[in-house]
């Protein structure tokens, strides 16, 4: 597949991709769409949850940490310096928080930059190449109906290239050191790291306690290379459920794979606050987003409701701290506050599922939506830069 990222669809306003920024004017949303194609594989009911849960210990519950160990050979994502603080990684944002306004108004519209692919997720901006690097579902195959998948980089003003042809993969991430994409890869059942120099994969998290996953699907990465991801069932396909009918959240961290929440139903988009002391997570199956306080070691404390979505799929941050969340069945971008005040909406278009900050100046907000087989990215000049995933 080539897609050019130079071609500029018919839009009210003017978009300039190859000097990768997008320039136009504050104008009304439109209105909330529905998506009557939905995922390209059905989700699972939301009520999946069995009532046992994933580790019988005395006294735990939801905001219990409980440690399964990992293959001794797993290895780690590569972080910055152990004596790292739990904040942004390195050069994502600058000390202090950004003055100016993220929104130039509270109701945005991201014009389309090209389509033609089929099933987009996972968006991250990779600096060094000037590009994003995006994963592309493609229909579930085989008896055990699991969707093959390519990471493809998008280069602004030159046409799509694969990085991996067959990664698996749905959410991706960027290392602290930069090195490499972290990758929730739901044909393995399990959550990998590519290596962007060469595309070699390595697995980071292969199961919990001797289980396999349902199937990961987004995925972020603290400074000191501690790693947290979701595990739906929606990529799960016919395989057999060896979670017991629960979906969860997850963290890695010294080559140990701990349960932060079996509760969630659905549990989809994932994100650190720029200061590593929150941890959100979307309930796609709730209509909610979790915030989960963080302690220094990486372990998770209370569980609050942060605010109520209807379908939360993917996220991203800002330098400030304000939190894009994206609504697959309407089609925004909502951005709440740290506080959890909404500061307004960007409509991208059907099914959106993920958003990431890119540009030189990383103010560039990119969102990947489409209907199922014309899949594209979607993009608007924001007032503050952001996380690259």
Known sequence: MSVNMSRNLSRPV?????????????????????????PPVAAAPAGTSSDTPLVAAAGAGPDTLLVAGADPDTPLVAGADPDTPPGAPPGVCEPGAPAEPPLPGPTLTAPRLQGGFTFLEGPVWIDRLGALLVSDLRPATGPEQVQPSAIHQ?????????????????????????QQIVAATHDNRNVSAYRL?????????????????????????????????????FQRGRRADEMGGRTGVFRVV???????????????????????????????????????????????????????????????VDCAGNIYWVSHNEGRVHIFSPAGVELGTITAGPNATNAAFGGPDRRTLYITAGRTGDYGISAIELGVPGYPY
Not at 154 to 178: E, Q, Y
Not at 223 to 232: I, M, N
Not at 279 to 289: D, H, K, P, Q, R
């Open 254 to 316: 010294d080559g140990q794979v701990e349960l932060v929440d079996d509760t969630v139903r659905q549990p989809n988009g994932i994100a650190l606050s720029p200061d590593g002391r929150t941890l959100y997570v979307g309930a796609f199956g709730e209509n909610l987003i979790y915030a989960y306080a963080v302690h220094p070691d990486g372990s998770t404390g209370e569980r609050t409701v942060f605010a109520s979505v209807g379908s939360p799929d993917g996220v991203t």
């Open 154 to 178: 998008l280069t602004p003003g030159s046409p799509a290239k694969t990085f991996v042809a067959a990664s698996g993969s749905n959410g991706l991430a960027l290392s602290p050191d930069g």
């Open 197 to 233: 120099a060469d595309a070699a994969r390595t697995v980071i998290a292969g199961n919990f306690g001797g289980r396999a996953f349902n199937s990961p699907n987004d995925v972020t990465v603290r400074a000191d290379g501690v790693v947290y991801f979701t595990d739906p069932n």
């Open 14 to 38: 003017t978009a300039v991709i190859g000097a990768a920024s997008v320039l136009l004017a504050a104008i009304p949303a439109a209105a909330a769409a529905t998506a009557p194609d939905g």
